[in-house]
């Protein structure tokens, strides 16, 4: 565990005040409401994330920082296996409103399915707590709406934890962009390729549905956009999309519910013994009695209804312009991206799995032009995410670290993340291209704007 003497040491940070105040409190110390007490945090959404980031590793890094004081979640049985997975003796509750009133937290962690996040940002902020929720904010513009009316009502803040920002290498292309390196940003690359492994799994879960994910549009390329936001630091103005179903769903030839149920195990590639995984048997599988969840659904069933092919053109309102894809079919993963300005490029391939060299660095070149090339080789961080999971929650956890690039995420970038795949998905539906500022109150600006939370 890093101890906080190790981490000031490490990175450098700031001594500062010995109470804390996530979300902001790191950025421009206003006085705390926490009076010197552990913050109280509670959790609804005891799957997977809630269970690791966002449960045990938060209790086993900053015993001294925090203490949760109610889990939530609709299913009885994983919100008892959460408990005893997290290390927590605190109440757990069915009913988010009674865990509300009972615990009242000053924070409200919400890590459940997508399509239901904004429901409890809302209240969280309403009952007074502060909210930190996963990616996506949430799956569309109307709910998109409602957070922000909340937070505006309530005076309450919400941060969004989009821990790609914090990976070293997505840090440091932020830097090299921002130090001027290639002169004006004027077009970005950014191709990003799931494999038939991690790739194959958005299928078998409930991510496979639009009215539960907002499909990967959302779910999964709102990480996308909200590092092309950051890095090109305007805000998006127009999207065109185009997408389909190409592999997954009802391409397939055969299919079962779930392939515990599947009698063409022999033949399937996508075959999966969920029950050798000790962690997803205990929170999924053993818990199928309660609400009739498989967590290896047939990833070429027929109610599947995202696309695996996705592309967009995105126009920024600096004139940046982005050409964007994803595809959930690929041999490997990992992305391929390229910044193109007024006075050189920057290049990456970042192979996540099934690197062609076995490396523990991530490469990106800095060509100027009528100059050589520079390799900037940058080291694996130790947690997720390329190291970026654990750099998140110590500056939320740990009092006195600053934000020198900008890393954190309100609401205001939670939206814009989600409201490029949102129209991408419009665009799809209408086949027109789409202008972020007909779908909320929010205009898009030519200077992104920093939310000091
Ligand atoms: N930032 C990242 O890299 C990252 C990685 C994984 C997941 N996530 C996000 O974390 C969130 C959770 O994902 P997960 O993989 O843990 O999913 P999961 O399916 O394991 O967990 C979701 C939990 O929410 C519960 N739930 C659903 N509806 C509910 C409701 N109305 N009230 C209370 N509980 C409800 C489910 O019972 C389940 O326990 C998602 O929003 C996902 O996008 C982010």
Redo the contacts with the bound molecule.
Sequence with gaps: MTTRRNFIKTSGVIAGSTLINPLWGAQNMRPLTNTGNKLKIAL???????CSMWGRDLVRRYPDQLQFVGL????PG?LETAREIIGVNCPTYTD?DKMMKETRPQLLIV????S??HEFIVKGMESGADVLT???MTTDEIKIQAIMDAEKRTGKKCRV?F?YRYSPHRAKMWELLRNGEIGDLTSVDFHWYLDTSHGADYFR??HRLVEKSGSLWV?KAS?HFDLLNWWIDSDPETVFGLGSLDFYGNNGSYRAENCRACPHTEKCNFYWDVTRNEYYKK?YVDNEKH?GYLRDGCVFKNDINIFDKMAASIRYKNGVQVSYSLTAYSPYEGYRIAFNGTKGRIDAWIQESKPVNDVDYDQIILFKNFSKRQYINVPHGTSG?GGGDDLLRDQIFLPGISDPLQQCAGTRDGALACLVGIAARNSIATGEPVKIADLTSIKPQEKKTYQRL
Excluded at 44 to 50: A, E, H, I, L, W
Excluded at 111 to 114: P, Q, S
């Design positions: 609804v959404g005891t799957g997977s994330r809630g939530c979640d609709i299913n994983r988010f890590t459940t399915v997508d239901t996040h996963e990616k996506p934890t821990n879960r409930w779910h990480h929170i609400d995410h």
